[in-house]
């Protein structure tokens, strides 16, 4: 996996929110596209492989193109996509 989140930084890509299932990935990624910023899940996503969504193992990171990072993060806190704790 730390072979996949360098090729994630070297390719210009940055976690902006971690999720805890492919619902809410799809959810957060489609909102993203819909403001016209590129969004995926990141490497880590192996709910496709194995439905896991419990604890870390469920963690889904939302990724976007480092020159998307503010907007995306700006739209993700006008959607409250951030409890208190973030």
């Not at 070297?10 to 299932?21: D, H, K, M, N, R």
């Not at 959810?27 to 969504?53: K, M």
């Amino acid at each position: 996996m730390k072979r996949a989140r360098r090729n994630e930084e070297e390719a210009g890509w940055t976690s902006v929110l971690t999720v805890w299932g492919p619902a809410e990935a799809a959810v957060i990624i489609a909102r993203l596209r819909d403001e016209d910023i590129p969004a995926q899940a990141g490497p880590e996503a192996a709910y496709s492989a194995i439905p896991v969504t419990a604890g870390a193992i469920g963690a889904i990171r939302v990724m976007v193109p480092e020159t998307e990072q503010e907007r995306a993060l700006e739209v993700l806190r006008d959607i409250g996509a951030f409890d208190e704790q973030d």
